[in-house]
Structure formats: structure tokens, C-alpha cells
């Protein structure tokens, strides 16, 4: 198995209080750390290390079960250990943290093809990890069970800046945290769909996950990778970087249209990846750079900064 060499240690399921990811690493301190592991290329390749023993990985996405990014995740994370996919029936994409309430998560085990089969859930990706820990993994394991991983992905699409509130692979990441599992978000940046080197992305996102493995990873936290345009299988790999998040508003366009019956309708135009600005030393800058981005992710969103404002503005 490609890795590092035991798992214990490397996640905390610290089941409290969550601790700020990274706790003692700037960012400039985390690109450091990670360029001090060994890039591994593929298991068994140059500066491949061994588990002392294989993971168990809960795989899914965000545009179905039957997506090519998936597939190819899937394909490239196998030999970490055992991977089980529970992903949507369809696609879900800009679902964000949606879940479904009022109606059954039908499930169906499918056999995508010869290398993939997994459960497929009529409901959304977050859907897909709540039922999927909390349910399903003690039925196939045992009860109390847990993976030791969850990755979700790969997004046809980056998820970078604002998009990551509206990306239901993130989403299903983040509901891996609340319920204090280790996740990783995987999405890729598109080109021409239809000249995507699938499998060659996936290797390099097989390769960051590696390098993040290697270290600890909070419970209650996620990390989310975005892989450049990769549109042949002799692309180099890039470098991985550790980066903030853009938050500048996302450039949307809405053109008016009309029904056939008079009715006016909007279509949304644009590409996802267009924003206000793009500041320095953030993930829209560096995956524009053609690099690999890292962000890590909380789902806390209290603004701390503004607790002590608001609490002597209401005494």
C-alpha cells in the first residue's frame, strides 16, 4: 500500500470540542511541511511507503454515482485499502449543504462497471455521508463502526472561492466532519470536457492525498483539493500549495428568456470561475497558476471577531 506507516495518530477523532485545523502552522509553515514528504507517484512507485494496515475509505460525489471523475478516483485510491462508494443515484452539483427531509433515501447497489460498484442514494451528497455513517457503515462493519477516511469527488469542476458554499462536494466533506470523520474534497478544474485525462488527474490527486495523509488529520475538519486543467496523460504533476479561500462574489449573469406560453424565465450564463477580484495567495490565483490547491475547512462560521462587538452592543 502507498503511505505512510501507521494510521494511528495520523486522525484524531477527537469527538469534543474540534481544534482549529492546523493549530501551530501558518500557511507558509504547512507548504513547508508538505513539501518535506516525498511526492509518491502511484503505489509501488518511487518513495512509496506501506501502511501497517489498509484504510477503509468512504468514497462519493457530488455528480452521481456513474460520473468519470469518480470513477477514476475510485480507480486511483484503491490501493490505500477498502473503498466503498455511497454516492448519489444522479447528479447533485450546487446542491451545497442540502438534505433531504420529507421523503425515503432510496438505495440501490449498482455495478457501474467491471472496476466500480457501489450504493446509490436517491438524495443529495450530504445525504449520502449521513445515512452512509450513520447507517449504513455500521450495517456492512458492524455496529460502532467507522471509516477512517472519507473523500468525496472527483468534482467535474473546480470548487474554488465562492463555490465552495454552493458545492455539494464540499458539503458531503463538511458532513463528514460534524460527524467526526476525516474528510478530503477532490474537484477538478475543467477545460474541454471532452479532452479530460481523467485518470491523469486522479493520479495527482491520489498524490496529494497521499502527502496529506502522511500527517494528522483533525476529525472535525476538511481539506479541500483542487486539481488544475489536465487534458493529457503526459501533463507534469504540478505543485501542491496550501492557500485561503477567494472571497469575492462570483461574476453571475441571468439572461431573460421567454416560455412559449409568454412566460419570462431566466437562464444563468457563465462559467463558475469569473469573480469580482482574485486576491493574492489564494486558491483562484494559484490553481489559475496551474497549481494544486489545499485549503482547509471548517464548518464554524461565527465570526469571532465580532462576538465581544455585538455581546456589549446588546448588555
Known amino acids: 500500500m502507498c503511505g505512510e506507516s501507521s494510521l494511528q495518530g495520523r486522525f484524531r477523532h477527537t469527538f469534543g470540542q474540534p481544534r482549529a485545523p492546523f493549530a501551530t502552522h501558518p500557511l507558509e509553515q504547512v507548504n513547508k511541511v508538505l513539501d518535506s514528504v516525498t511526492e509518491i507517484t502511484c503505489c509501488g512507485g518511487v518513495g512509496s511507503r506501506r501502511y501497517r494496515r489498509s484504510m477503509r475509505i468512504l ?46 433515501l432510496m438505495v440501490r447497489k449498482m455495478q457501474v ?50 463555490n465552495v458554499i454552493y458545492s455539494g462536494t464540499v458539503a458531503a466533506a463538511i458532513e463528514a466532519a460534524f460527524l467526526g470523520v476525516p474528510a478530503i474534497a477532490v474537484s477538478l478544474h475543467m477545460g474541454d470536457f471532452s479532452k479530460t485525462a481523467w485518470s491523469r488527474a486522479a493520479h495527482f490527486a491520489r498524490a496529494t492525498i497521499d502527502r496529506l495523509v502522511a ?57 463558475g470561475m469569473e469573480f469580482m477580484h482574485t486576491a493574492q495567495g489564494s486558491d483562484v490565483e494559484a490553481l489559475m497558476d496551474r497549481q494544486i490547491t489545499v485549503t482547509p475547512l471548517s464548518y464554524d462560521l461565527t465570526d469571532e471577531g465580532s462576538i465581544a462587538t455585538w455581546a456589549a452592543r446588546l448588555s
Request: negative net charge; aromatic residues 4%.
Open 59 to 104: 468514497l462519493t460525489n457530488d455528480d452521481g454515482i456513474t460520473a468519470p471523475g469518480i470513477d477514476a478516483l475510485h480507480t486511483a485510491i484503491a490501493s490505500l485499502g477498502e473503498v466503498v462508494v455511497i454516492a448519489p443515484a444522479g447528479v447533485q452539483s450546487a446542491m451545497s449543504h442540502g438534505i433531504t427531509f420529507h421523503r425515503p
Open 113 to 162: 462497471n467491471p472496476r466500480l460498484s457501489g450504493y446509490a442514494i436517491e438524495g443529495t451528497p450530504a445525504d449520502c455521508v449521513k445515512i452512509g455513517l450513520r447507517t449504513m457503515w455500521g450495517e456492512l462493519f458492524g455496529p460502532g463502526s467507522r471509516p477512517d477516511l472519507v473523500i468525496s469527488g472527483m468534482n467535474s469542476g473546480a470548487n474554488v472561492g465562492i
Open 215 to 271: 500527517h494528522p488529520l483533525d476529525a472535525h475538519r476538511v481539506l479541500s483539493i483542487n486539481i488544475p486543467v489536465t487534458q493529457s496523460d503526459s501533463d507534469p504533476m504540478p505543485p501542491v500549495r496550501v492557500v485561503r479561500m477567494n472571497t469575492a462574489a462570483g461574476i453571475d449573469r441571468h439572461e431573460r428568456r421567454e416560455s412559449p406560453d409568454g412566460r419570462p424565465y431566466y437562464w444563468p450564463c457563465g462559467n
